[in-house]
């Protein structure tokens, strides 16, 4: 069994960087750290080179979390949104492949916080297990797992 924390633990944000936190959760006595990953299609690829080289160096596990904006939503009705969402992704899983992240979990499903609470939930839970479906075929050419929390 690993132990492992999510390194906003330390943070005000959700945002930042993870860097600093693998010697610190080694030195802790943790085995895994969670990272987020939403600004991971914007980031070089050097960075999550360098991710892997501290996470190994130290004997850390990564994993990845996202809790998806609006703008990637996989369940929506949008389907240039959508599509949109998975572009977004394949960039993510690219880094994270990278970075050596194997697994990724969070509310793939949707987007998160749901502020809108009018809509159709039927349609809303077909349009997500599809997407769902759709992620997980891309997930796997990156070799990632895809963790979902419902």
Do not use: H
Request: aromatic share 14%; charged share 25%; glycine share 8%.
């Amino acid at each position: 069994m690993l132990f492992g924390i999510y390194y906003p633990y330390w943070e005000k944000e959700w945002g930042g960087d993870a860097l600093a936190y693998i010697p610190k959760v080694k030195k802790l006595g943790f085995d895994a750290l969670e990272v987020a990953t939403a600004d991971f299609a914007n980031k070089d690829k050097a960075y999550f080179s360098e991710m892997k080289k501290i996470a190994d160096d130290n004997s850390i596990k990564l994993t990845g979390g996202y809790g998806p904006a609006p703008c990637n939503n996989i369940g929506t009705d949008n389907l240039d949104l959508r599509e949109k969402a998975f572009d977004f992704y394949k960039k993510m899983f690219e880094q994270m492949e990278i970075a050596g992240i194997d697994r990724l979990g969070g509310a793939l499903y949707s987007y998160w916080p749901v502020t809108d609470l009018n809509f159709d939930k039927a349609k809303d839970f077909e349009n997500s297990v599809i997407g769902m479906q759709k992620l997980a075929d891309i997930a796997v050419n990156y070799g990632i797992t895809i963790l979902e929390q419902i």
